[in-house]
T-cell receptor, first 113, second 114 residues
Framework: AQSVTQLDSQVPVFEEAPVELRCNYS??????LFWYVQYPNQGLQLLLK??????LVKGINGFEAEFNKSQTSFHLRKPSVHISDTAEYFC???????????FGTGTRLQVFP | DSGVTQTPKHLITATGQRVTLRCSPR?????VYWYQQSLDQGLQFLIQ???????AKGNILERFSAQQFPDLHSELNLSSLELGDSALYFC?????????????FGPGTRLTVT
């Protein structure tokens, strides 16, 4: 079985500062990894995903994440955040032979002017 | 706009009642997923259908059931509702089955049980 831990429930940051949202996973098999964003009163939108290959994955809105197998991590980063990045961010994991996504508890990113 | 539509947006009902949530996937998507998002449990996978057939089951209660129709829209039926069923219910769709395919989420149906 797979599980996901998002270590920070809230991350406050000032506009134009860099940010890192942490995600660790647990699995006895190889996994696919995902980051989703949920803006207020909206559904989830895929930011980026890691299936295989290069461990540095670039996504939409200037976000990127790095897959680290030895540390079982998939941290999300952005070098300079905007007010509009204020949202809830979810890390998710899936095993290649299954369809369901297992989500972490989410990290609320709050960007201040 | 993800292309996935869900109706209704909001639903308020009493304990013991039954409700039906509806989802229309993106055009051409064969796979439909249902998720429940609550403060207690977070975001949990409930069930998946692929081209009309049930493909995967998650933490779905026996009081809940779903189906996917020939036109590929899906309905989630919740019966004997309890206060703890209050949550945001998301539908997602993907082109094919398999987690490598991006899941597109609808805006959700907010269910309040009083």
């Amino acid at each position: 079985a797979q599980s996901v831990t998002q270590l920070d429930s809230q991350v406050p940051v000032f506009e134009e500062a860099p940010v890192e949202l942490r995600c660790n996973y647990s699995s006895s098999v190889s996994v696919y990894l995902f980051w989703y964003v949920q803006y207020p009163n909206q559904g989830l939108q895929l930011l980026l995903k890691y299936l295989s290959g290069s461990t540095l994955v670039k996504g939409i809105n200037g976000f990127e994440a790095e897959f680290n197998k030895s540390q079982t991590s998939f941290h999300l980063r952005k070098p300079s955040v905007h007010i509009s990045d204020t949202a809830e961010y979810f890390c998710a994991v899936s095993a290649p032979n299954t369809d369901k996504l297992i989500f972490g508890t989410g990290t609320r990113l709050q960007v201040f002017p | 706009d993800s292309g996935v539509t869900q109706t209704p947006k909001h639903l308020i009902t009493a304990t013991g009642q039954r409700v039906t949530l509806r989802c229309s996937p993106r055009s051409g998507d064969l796979s439909v997923y249902w998720y429940q998002q609550s403060l207690d449990q977070g975001l949990q996978f409930l069930i998946q259908y692929y081209n009309g057939e049930e493909r995967a089951k998650g933490n779905i209660l026996e009081r809940f059931s779903a189906q996917q129709f020939p036109d590929l829209h899906s309905e989630l039926n919740l019966s004997s509702l309890e206060l703890g069923d209050s949550a945001l219910y998301f539908c997602a769709s993907s082109r094919q089955a398999g987690s490598s395919y991006e899941q597109y989420f609808g805006p959700g149906t907010r269910l309040t049980v009083t």
